[in-house]
C-alpha cells in the first residue's frame, strides 16, 4: 500500500440527539420524627421533578410512577426512639403498590441509640398504572429519620 492521502474536508454536522434521561425526580426530607414501625416516611421537598410520568406531592409519602423501570437510590439517617437494646438493628424498605419490593431493603445495626446511615440502589419494574412508590420502616420500633432523600430516574 502506498502513503495515507490528505485528510478530506470536514463534513456537515447531524441532527440533534434525543436526551437519554427525561424523566427523573428527586425529592429529600430534612427530618421525620417518630415513625412507627410499618409506617411509610413523609416526603417534604421536591428538589426537581423533570417529565409527566414521576409525581409527587409535597408532604405525601409516595411518589407516583407512570407503568415502566426505574432506577431508584434512596438514603435516610436513622436514630432509635427510646426503645433501644444495647444493639438495635434497624431496616427501611422500598414500598411499591403497598408491599415491600424486593431487593430494596437496607439494613443497619445502631449501637446505644447512636445515628447510623442507611442507603440503597435498586431497579423497580411494575407495569400497573399508577403505582406508587415510597420508603417504610420496618425496625419493628420507633425511628428517628433525618437527611432522607430519594432518586427516581426512569429507564425506558
Known sequence: TGPQGI??????????GTASVSQYAHIRTAQHNGVYHGDLVILQDNIVIQGTE??????????TLAPGDYLVNYRVTACPYRECNRYQNLRIA????????PGGTANA???W??????????IVSE?????????????GI????????ITVVKLN
Open 113 to 122: 441509640m447512636a445515628a447510623v446511615d442507611m442507603a440503597g440502589t435498586t
Open 94 to 101: 422500598l414500598q411499591v403498590n403497598n408491599l415491600m419490593y
Open 109 to 111: 445495626t445502631s449501637v
Open 7 to 16: 485528510t478530506g474536508a470536514t463534513g456537515i454536522q447531524g441532527p440533534a
Open 127 to 139: 407495569n400497573t398504572s399508577p403505582f406508587g412508590l415510597g420508603i417504610v420502616n420496618y425496625s
Open 142 to 149: 420507633m425511628v428517628h429519620f433525618s437527611d432522607i432523600s
Open 54 to 63: 414521576i409525581s409527587h406531592t409535597k408532604g405525601e409519602p409516595f411518589i
